[in-house]
């Protein structure tokens, strides 16, 4: 009994343990399923999905350019005019008249002022009857005399011949003067001078001399201006009694101006005259595109540095003589040099690169640069990732984050620039 009841139990819990394996099965199976549906209905929905697009970045792109790169050197200084004047009274007199103002702008001639003329065209007048008085008495006498035009041409020729000989230092100073005085004795008794002894016995010589003496001084009355420009500093006025030498008033040439500036030692090595300059004046927000006319000699002792003139036409008049100005010369021209617009280099891992315009992609070059100033770097070689040649693009703008490779779109060609194109010839020397 005991035996059959162990069996019957058994038996159940076979039963039973199958059952439950049984269950366990199915619902797997049904997981299983349930997971592979999943995964395809997941697969279904990517491939109806499209792709996330690449998006371009706008730069702007500049030329690789083989040409001269130049270094420029600085100096300031400031502007002067090359010619002021005190004009000044050559005879003394009445004032009738003064006839311009501080900032009259006269040309050359012009009359400035004028002094009483009334005295000196009386001088004028008692030196031409003096003149006529002797030709007078010349014409009484004209027979008493004959002049021997040969010996007066012999005297002419010994007279240059003794020149020569002290120009060419076979004769002292004193030689030539005993040796002339010699030849006018001879000259004299051969009859040379017999029209010239005439003129001083009769009074016609100092006649006439101080005939044209009163003349000047009667052109003096007239003060004219010496050269064209603008009246400053004037000092008399209309009535006032002036004497000889006294000053009138300043005149400035303001029409040819010069920019003098201090160049230092160390920036001399390549600058000759002719080069090209370029000269800013702050105070007009200006600048003059001109050349190095005048190199100074001589260097100043205490600054070391030598002063460089740069002449130029002031032709509306703006410039003033004293303005500061601050002059770029063409210092160092290098011929013959592959360069990329400064803008486009870029330090990365401590090492300088450019993204070179391939197509519509972005393709960075790692370069070693040479000579340079503040628009173009010289490249001197390639080291990886491509070439660089003339013609070809760089990207000079939003390439602080570019990668290699990097989708591009050209928003703007930025054009070479070179600010010294008004004075290098195709052989990159200053005309």
Known sequence: MTKNRLRLLTLGLALIAAMITTGCLGQGDSSAADSTAVADADSTGAEEKPAKKEKAIKINVGAVVRGELVESVFADGEIRTPRSLE??????????EVLVRDGDVVRKGQLLARIDPREYRLDMESSRFDHLQALSQVAAEQDTFEVDLSALRAFEEDKAALGRELSRGRLSESEYQARLLEMEMRALKSGAFRQDVFQQRTGLAAARIAEERASLNLEYTEIRAPFAGVVQGRQVVGGEIISTGQTVCTLFDNRNLEAVVNVLEADLANLVTGRAARVAVPALRDTLLAR???????????SRTCEVIVRFTNEDDRFRPG??????????????????????????????????????????????????NDQWVEILQVHSGGSLAPDEQVVV????????????KVRKTVPPANRWAFALDGEGDAR
């Open 292 to 302: 190095v006319d005048v190199i100074s000699p001589t260097l100043d002792a205490a």
């Open 397 to 408: 703008s939003d390439h602080l984050t570019l990668s290699h490779e990097a989708l591009i």
């Open 87 to 96: 004009v000044k009274a050559k005879i003394g007199g009445v004032l009738s």
């Open 323 to 372: 303005m500061f100005c601050r002059a770029e010369i063409a210092g160092f021209i290098h011929h013959d040099k592959l360069m990329v617009p400064k803008s486009s280099l870029l330090i990365r891992d401590d090492r300088p690169l450019v993204f070179k315009r391939n197509d519509d992609r972005a393709q960075w070059l790692y370069v070693t640069t040479g000579l340079q």
